[in-house]
C-alpha cells in the first residue's frame, strides 16, 4: 500500500471515530434523556399531608368541632363573662418553669415596625359592671375550615435589593413556584422582622440575603440557597428544588444501603413504575452476594408472577438494538470506503 | 500500521469519555435535631405584658392575642391590634372584632382537647381563657421527662415565663374556666432549620 494511501486510510479512520463518538454521545444523551423523567414537584396532589383534624366538619353557618363526649361540664358563666385580669391573686397552683433550651440565643434589640397606617375608630364598647349579667351577643358568622397541617415549609428571607424583590415576584407569579408555595406553610422575612432577629438570624446571617428555605415540618432541610447560589431564573430555581427534594427523599426513605439514586424500568413487576427511583440494586431480592445458581433460571420459569424473558427494561432493549444498528452501518461504510481506496 | 493504532486508540478512548453514564449521586441522612419544645416558642424578648386600658380594666386577650399573632410573623396587625382594643374582652365580642379586622380563626367553647390538639400540630397555638377571669397563650403540648403531657401557658402577667400544667387537670380546670379557645388561621413559622442530608464524595 503506498504512503498516500495509508495517510488516506489514516485519515478515513480518524474521521470515522469522531463520527463514531459524536453518534455515541448523541445515542448516550438521548437515551439518558428518555429514561430520565424529572421527579414530580412537590405539590398538593403528592403531599399526603397527615390530616391533623379529625374531620372537616361543615355545620352550616359556623365551623365548629366534632363535639367529644362530655366527661366534664363547662362553666357557661366563666366563659361569657369578661376577662380583665391584671395580676394573679389567688392563683391556681401550677408548676411555673423558666424556659432553659439547650439553644443559647442573643436577643438583640427589637425593632417594632411603625407603619403609616390608618387606624380605625373601634366602635364605644358598652360599660359592663360586674355585678350584672354578661351580654352574650350572637357568634359570628365568619365559616373557616380549619386547615390541614403541611409538610413542608418554605420561607424567604428578603433584603430591600431588586434581586430580593425578583425573587418575591417569582413564588407571586411563576405558576409552578406557586404551586409550590401553596403546598407549604409560607413565610417572608426580612432583617427588620422582630421574629427574624430572634429566632433566625444566628443561622441565616443577613449577609447572605437572599436566601430561599424549603425544609421539612420538622426543620430538616430539603434545600438552602443564598445570595449567588439562587439561579438567574425561576425555572432553574425549581429545577434546583425539585433535585434538593429528591434527594432529601431519597436520604430519608427506610432503605439507605447505598444511597445511590438510579432509574430502573422492570417488566416484570407491575408495581414499580419505569421511572421509579430504586436505591437497590435487588429489587427482587436476588442480590449479587447471595445469588445461588438456578435462581433466575427459577424465575425464567415462573410465569404466574414473572413475565420476563430477558432481565433489561423496555428503553434498554431498544438503546441496545439502535446503537448495533448505528455501528453496523457505520462498519459497512468503513468497508466500502476501505474498497474504493484500495 | 502505527496510524491505524493511534486511531483505534483515539477511537476508544473518545468512545469511553462520551458514553459513560454519569456516576449517581450518593445521598446520606443526617441526625435529626432535637425538635424545638414548646412548639409555639414566642422568644421572650417577644412577649406583651398585660396593660390597664382607658376604662381601668386588665387588657388580658388583647396582650394574648398580640402574643399569638406575633407568634404567627403577623406583627403589623398585632401592633394595630394593641393600638386600637384594650381593656376587657369577651369571647363573642372578640370575634365580632375578629371579623371587622377580616382575621379568620378557629375557635372552639366546649373545652375540647381535640382542638388544642390541633393547635399543636400545625404549630399555631392559641388564646384560651385560663386562670379566674384570665386569658393566656396556649404554646403546645410538651412531653416532659416523667412521661407526661403537659400544656405551656405563657401568661401574659408573667412575661418570660412558661407555665406547666398537666394535661388531664389542664383540660378539667380549662372547663371550669369557660373552655373558650381561638386560633388565628395563619401559616406558623418555620422551624429552625437543620441540616438533613449531605452529599457523599
Redesign the interface.
Known sequence: MSNDVRIRVSLGIVMLALSVCVLHAFATVVSFMAIHQPPSIPSARSVRAPLAFPSAIDSGAITQLPQPSITHSVNSNARDELKQDSWCVPCQPSTRVVPSTTRVVQYPNVYYPTPNVYYPTPAPAPVIQPTQQPIYLPASTSIVSPPVAKNYELALFLGNDARSSQIKQWFDTDPKLLKMRDACNYQVFTEANPLYRTKYASAIPVEQFPVVLLQYADGGHIHAAGGHMIPSTAAALLSDMQYGFELASKAREENKKTGMIKAAGYRWDPAITPAMQLDSNCPDGICPDNWKPGDRARDLFDRAEHQAVVWAGAQEIVIVVVVGFLLLLVGGLVLLVVKKLL | MM??LV??S??LI??CQ??C?PA???????P?????SPVC?L????HQR???GP?G?????HASLVNHL??L?Q??LA??WW???H???????L??????AGV???Y????????L??CT???RGAIL?W?????CTFEGWTKQPDGKT?AV?L?N??P??????EREQF???W??????ALSA?S???????????E??K
Open positions: 496510524r491505524l486511531a483505534v483515539l477511537m473518545c468512545g462520551c458514553g453514564e449517581p449521586v450518593r445521598v446520606r441522612a443526617l435529626a435535631a432535637p425538635p424545638e416558642a422568644p421572650a424578648v417577644l398585660n396593660e390597664v376604662l380594666q386588665g387588657s388580658c386577650v406575633r407568634w410573623n406583627f403589623i401592633e394595630r393600638k386600637t382594643y381593656d376587657g374582652e369577651y369571647a363573642s365580642r370575634m365580632q372584632r375578629l371579623d371587622a379568620d380563626y378557629v372552639t367553647e366546649k373545652a375540647d382537647p381535640r382542638f390538639d390541633w400540630a400545625t404549630r381563657w386562670k379566674p377571669s384570665h386569658c403537659y401557658i401568661d402577667n408573667r418570660g415565663v412558661w407555665e406547666l400544667t383540660v378539667r380546670l372547663a371550669g374556666y369557660g373552655g373558650f388561621v401559616p406558623p413559622p418555620p422551624n429552625r432549620t437543620w441540616l438533613s442530608y452529599i457523599e
